[in-house]
């Protein structure tokens, strides 16, 4: 802050003492020689370094508010040049930089908002407009101008004379306007090249300051081109003409920049209300649907890190696939050195330098707190995910047992029924050992049906649910209502078949199902006061399904969202 009171001062003070040196010859002052010349001159001049000095108390970094405050400076020392003044080193410095105000202004533009010149043209473009207004113009012809030997032997003192020769001194000044005509020709192409080429969201962010400093190039092109014939910058009437119109579109430019950073705070407000507003309501994804109305990107996604970034989910956990064509593009939004969340926007959104900056301090907490919320919900996914993976699997070993059952011991047992009858044919009848034999074979026989088809009943797996449930009434007191006619996911026909299986062991039983919503719904009655399921209830809450138990009555409910 004491830097800033330094410039403020500083700022103050220049304005002041350069309305003094116009006073040192007013006729060859545009302040003094000009209607509200004054006011001009120093409204213009501390406008553009109150707009460098508030940019800089939202960026501090940003290279932008130094240009803007120079400037300012800048616009300043065109009055310096004043051979009335008494001080032979301000003169000396007027008559370096008097010309250097649209080479200023034009690097300002050029690195407006991020604050760097990011091409090589707009590098050039800058470095040849010092060259042309300081070395040519400026120190060029300062080296050859001796006021003393003009006829002002008053006049301050130059420091830069080498040597008084006034014909190069003219060729020099003519090289100076020529030079300066072509070079604010390329520099408003330039600016006005990167209006057009920007994005839609980089033309939003620099297209007022742009527009204002197009007005001011476009003006300094009239006055080269003006001066050509007479071979020197001049303050002739079409001069001081010019000169007002360039210092009202170089104090529209400064208000651009306040008007731009007024917009920014407002939406940083904005956005802060809205993770206010959700602080209080929060439910997953409605900080996306207020960012992407913020934004103006209806499809903006907003991406979370699970699993040490392995994996991204937006707010309901879901996968979120990341775009491999150029109608989307992803954003990263960091803070405090941490990863909170990647934007999928469109593209251009962020062009702007600083906008990724003042959203993330505005919504950080937002996203944070979603960020835990969606890493939590991820974690139950993955729980729910393997308690699937679990039941699957001992679905698929039990109807591996069935058919280890079947085809192993169930058919050697069978073989060997078939020996002792072709044994029976050979032995004396009466031999009851031989039919005890039999009789207990058979019964193994029958049981370990029983235990195959406890296990998983082949017709479970082969025809579904429905025709399972009938099968099962034949040797249970089950009495088998609608149910629904299309197949369900395995796991889901496996559980509800166990429950339904289970409960008929306990008591009469009517079971009646249907599909609603994604819900498959499985209502029991039974004749049983107090039920036992077992581990039942365990394998429902895996699946993710929900189970009501009332005395004679059981309410199942299985997600069908589990099939995928």
């Keep these: 802050m004491p830097v800033r009171l330094v410039l403020v001062g500083a700022g103050i003070a220049a304005g002041l003492f350069t309305v003094a040196i116009a006073h040192g010859d007013p006729g060859l002052s545009f302040a003094l020689t000009t209607s509200f010349g004054t006011t001009a001159l120093l409204v213009t001049g501390w406008g553009l370094m109150v707009a460098g000095l508030a940019l800089s108390l939202k960026r501090p970094r940003n290279r932008t508010a130094l240009g803007l405050y120079l400037a300012g400076c800048a616009w300043f020392l065109s009055e310096w040049d004043n051979p009335g003044i008494s001080s032979s080193a301000v003169f000396s410095i007027g008559l370096a930089l008097y010309a250097v105000c649209p080479a200023a202004v ?10 760097q010149l990011r091409s090589w043209g707009n590098r050039i473009v800058v470095g040849l407009g010092y060259v042309v207004t300081v070395g040519i113009q400026g120190l060029a012809s300062a080296t050859v101008f001796d006021p003393g030997s003009q006829g002002c032997s008053d006049c301050a003192s130059n420091l830069w004379l080498v040597a008084d020769r006034p014909s190069t001194q003219t060729a020099i000044d003519l090289l100076g306007v020529r030079a300066g005509t072509a070079w604010s020709v390329v520099a408003f192409l330039t600016v006005a090249w990167r209006v057009v080429s920007a994005s839609t969201a980089g033309r939003r962010a620099i297209a007022l300051v742009s527009t204002c400093a197009l007005g001011y190039l476009a003006l300094i092109v009239a006055t080269y081109a003006t001066s050509l014939d007479r071979g020197f910058l001049g303050t002739g009437d079409t001069d001081r003409t010019l000169w007002l119109a360039q210092a009202t579109a170089l104090s529209l430019l400064a208000v651009a920049v306040l008007v731009n950073l007024a917009r920014a705070r407002m939406m940083q407000r904005t956005l802060t209300r809205l993770v206010v507003d959700l602080g209080r309501a929060a439910s997953p994804g409605r900080l996306r649907d207020a960012m992407a109305d913020s934004l103006g990107d209806p499809d903006l996604v907003i991406a979370y890190p699970v699993n040490d970034g392995s994996r991204y989910v937006d707010a309901m956990a879901r996968t979120v696939q990341f775009p491999a064509d150029r109608d989307r593009r992803t954003t990263t939004l960091r803070y405090a050195g941490a990863d909170l969340a990647v934007l999928v926007h469109r593209p251009g959104l962020f062009d702007g330098p600083g906008a990724v900056g003042d959203l993330v301090s505005a919504v950080h907490l937002g996203l944070e707190n979603e960020r835990l919320q969606a890493e939590a919900l991820a974690q139950l996914a993955e729980v729910r995910s393997s308690g699937l993976r679990v039941v699957a699997a001992g679905d698929e070993e039990r109807r591996r047992l069935e058919r280890d059952l079947h085809d192993g011991a169930q058919q050697r047992l069978v073989g060997l029924s078939l020996a002792l009858r072709l044994a029976r044919t050979r032995l004396p009848p009466g031999t009851t050992e031989l039919d005890a034999a039999e009789r207990e074979l058979r019964a193994t026989i029958a049981d370990l049906r029983t235990l195959a088809h406890g296990l998983s009943p082949v017709v479970l797996k082969d025809e579904g649910l429905s025709a399972a449930l009938r099968a099962l009434g034949e040797t249970d007191d089950l009495t ?41 719904s499985l209502d029991l009655q039974v004749e049983a006061e107090r039920l036992d399921l077992g581990e039942l209830p365990d394998r429902i809450s895996a699946v993710d399904g929900k189970l009501e138990v009332r005395p004679g009555h059981v309410i199942l409910r299985l997600p069908l969202r589990s099939e995928r």
């Design 106 to 115: 034009a690097h300002v533009v050029l690195t407006y908002p991020s604050g």
């Design 480 to 520: 088998v209502g609608e149910l629904p006619a299309r197949r369900l996911p395995d796991v889901l026909e496996t559980t509800a078949y166990l429950l339904v299986a289970e409960v008929a062991r306990q008591g009469a039983t009517c079971v009646t199902g249907a599909v609603v919503d994604d819900w498959f």
